[in-house]
C-alpha cells in the first residue's frame, strides 16, 4: 500500500482522470472530494462491499442455470431462457432513447443505455431473434410452444427480479 501525506486542498492524482483532494479535516474526520469520470463507480468501502456481497447473493441465489437447463432441455430452451436478457436488453435500450443517445445529456446511465441501444448491440439481438427462429422452426409443435411459453415467463420473472434487487437495495 501506498501511503501518502496531504493537507487541506491537496489532492493526490490516480492515472490521467482520478484527482482526490483533502476538502475538511475536522477531528479525526477527512472529507475527500473525487474527481474522476462518470463511468468509474465511487463507493466508500463499507457500501462496496455490501454491493459486493449483494451480488454473490444474487449469482448464488439464482435457480436459473444453463447447466440445469442444458440437462433439462435442448438448445431451443436455453435460447428461450436466455431470449429476456439478450433481447430484451436490447428491446429496453432501443426504447430508452427514441432520439438518440444524445437526448441523455448527463444521464447517469448513459453510456450503459448506449451500448444497448448501439448498432453493434442491436445486430447482438437481431442475430439472436433470428438464430431463436430458426431453432422455434425445426422444433416447435404445440405442446412444446407452452413449455417454451412457461419457461420464457420464468426467465422474465427472473431477469426482472434481478433488476429489483438492485432497486431495491439503492433505496
Known amino acids: 500500500m501506498l501511503v501518502l501525506t496531504r493537507r487541506m486542498d491537496e489532492s493526490i492524482v490516480i492515472g490521467d482522470d482520478i484527482r482526490v483532494?483533502?476538502?475538511?479535516?475536522?477531528?479525526?474526520?477527512v472529507r475527500l472530494g473525487v474527481e474522476a469520470p462518470r463511468a468509474?463507480?465511487?463507493?466508500?468501502?463499507?457500501?462496496?462491499?455490501?454491493?459486493?456481497?449483494?451480488?454473490?447473493?444474487?449469482?448464488?441465489?439464482?435457480?436459473?442455470?444453463?447447466?440445469?437447463?442444458?440437462a433439462a432441455g435442448d438448445l431451443l430452451d436455453l435460447h428461450v431462457a436466455l431470449a429476456p436478457c439478450v433481447i430484451?436488453?436490447?428491446?429496453?435500450?432501443r426504447h430508452l432513447v427514441p432520439e438518440g443517445v444524445d437526448a441523455l445529456g448527463d444521464h447517469p446511465y448513459r453510456e450503459w443505455i448506449a451500448e444497448y441501444a448501439g448498432d453493434a448491440y442491436q445486430a447482438v439481438a437481431a442475430k439472436a431473434r433470428r438464430h431463436l427462429d430458426d431453432l422455434a422452426a425445426r422444433a416447435m409443435t404445440e405442446r412444446r410452444f407452452n413449455e417454451?411459453?412457461?419457461?420464457?415467463?420464468?426467465?422474465?420473472r427472473l431477469e426482472a427480479d434481478f433488476w429489483q434487487m438492485g432497486f431495491d437495495g439503492g433505496r
Open 21 to 29: 483532494t483533502v476538502v475538511a479535516i475536522k477531528g479525526d474526520h
Open 88 to 93: 430484451g436488453y436490447a428491446e429496453i435500450g
Open 40 to 70: 468509474t463507480p465511487i463507493h466508500r468501502e463499507e457500501v462496496y462491499e455490501e454491493i459486493q456481497q449483494e451480488n454473490r447473493a444474487a449469482a448464488a441465489a439464482s435457480p436459473l442455470d444453463t447447466d440445469q437447463l442444458s
Open 148 to 156: 417454451l411459453a412457461a419457461l420464457f415467463g420464468k426467465a422474465s
